[in-house]
């Protein structure tokens, strides 16, 4: 993960939007649950939503992500950042630390010491490791159940393969699409949209989109098949979600539910949906504008209809920097010496 520049806002923000981070915030601004959170001011019976609100702050009272990124959230990305710099294999790396170099250590929230006396037996040493590890795991989810500010989570972001990278932001697409034809009139043109519908308007698996020359069998199985892709990242999208209001990304694990309010507050909740609080009519592009203040201004104002202007900023969110859907160049192997 790049570094951040010190004295410009903007340009760190930027720099972000270029991270998986990015994505953790906008999913996270997907969740009703934080939002209410936000609404209720941390008031909420689940110790790890109220956890990820006092982190991570009232995300919808800025006007812009640079704002909000400038107040909050650069001080998140760089702990993140001293995290993966200092285990260059994404935390699997121990160091050895003795009376000498002890002085000069700077713990991240993710590590801890473990003194072990020199002289121990390899195995016992092993089993003793082990033992500490586990005990210390326990401590801390304990800790954070109960909203312990000296155990805070770390907010590392999850390792994932270069696939499921990419599924996860066609997945927030196909999520915003989907809430977008759920919020619109039943005489709209795109009401009757399914999920053949959407993948094919979102150019997702475009090798399975119908072609003229296709057979009926081969365009009815390309059409299921594009079908299936884009109930996947539904579903996808509902666990990131669920995930991330505790504080994990990008994470697919069932979440183990918990009560989050009391009943006067989820009907103040339900209400306040009903009125459209959560998503007022112009949402879809305001939420591009938060997230991409700059690129907003590039968009057109001129669309032709509904259709184009929701596509065309879908489309915009896929061509974002994103040097991490990039392969990683396999290493160099040298030819053995003969021995």
């Known amino acids: 993960m790049q570094s ?4 410009n806002a903007a340009l760190a923000a930027n720099a972000m939007r270029s991270t998986l981070f990015f994505w953790w915030i906008a999913y996270l601004r997907q969740s009703k649950d934080y939002w209410w959170v936000c609404q209720e001011k941390g008031n909420c019976q689940d110790p790890r939503l109220h956890a990820v609100w006092q982190d991570f702050g009232d995300l919808f009272s800025y006007a812009t992500l640079d704002d909000w990124f400038d107040s909050k ?7 993140m950042n001293q995290a993966i710099d200092h285990n260059p294999n994404n935390g699997h790396s121990l160091q050895l630390i003795t009376k000498e ?3 000069g250590i700077s713990l991240a929230n993710n590590l801890a010491l473990i003194c072990v006396p020199i002289e121990m037996d390899l195995k016992k040493a092993q089993r003793a490791f082990l033992e500490v590890l586990k005990q210390i795991r326990k401590e801390r989810a304990q800790a954070y159940l109960h909203s312990d500010p000296l155990f805070a989570p770390p907010y590392q972001l999850a390792s994932i393969d270069l696939k499921s990278k990419k599924a996860l932001v066609n997945g927030f697409r196909v999520h915003l699409l989907g809430h977008y034809l759920d919020g619109i009139d039943s005489e709209h043109i795109m009401k009757k949209w399914g999920c053949y519908e959407m993948g094919f308007h979102l150019g997702i698996a475009k090798q399975q989109h119908p072609k003229s020359i296709d057979s009926l069998a081969t365009a009815k199985k390309k059409q299921n098949c594009l079908r299936a892709l884009v109930c996947q990242n539904k579903a996808l ?3 990131l979600i669920d995930n991330v209001e505790i504080g994990k990304f990008p994470c697919r694990d069932q979440v ?5 309010w009391s009943l006067q507050q989820n009907k103040r909740k339900l209400e306040a ?3 459209g609080a959560w998503h007022q009519a112009n949402w879809l592009s305001t939420e591009f504008a938060f997230l991409n203040p700059a690129q907003s201004r590039l968009l057109s104002v001129d669309y032709q209809s509904p259709k184009e202007e929701v596509i065309s900023i879908l489309e915009a969110f896929n061509k974002m920097p994103m040097p991490f859907l990039l392969p990683k160049r396999a290493p160099r192997r040298c030819a053995s010496s003969l021995d």
């Open 4 to 7: 951040l520049p010190e004295n």
């Open 73 to 79: 959230g650069k001080a998140l990305f760089e702990v």
């Open 256 to 260: 183990k539910p918990l009560e989050r």
């Open 273 to 275: 949906i009903a009125d």
């Open 237 to 239: 999208a509902r666990a």
């Open 101 to 103: 170099n002890l002085p």
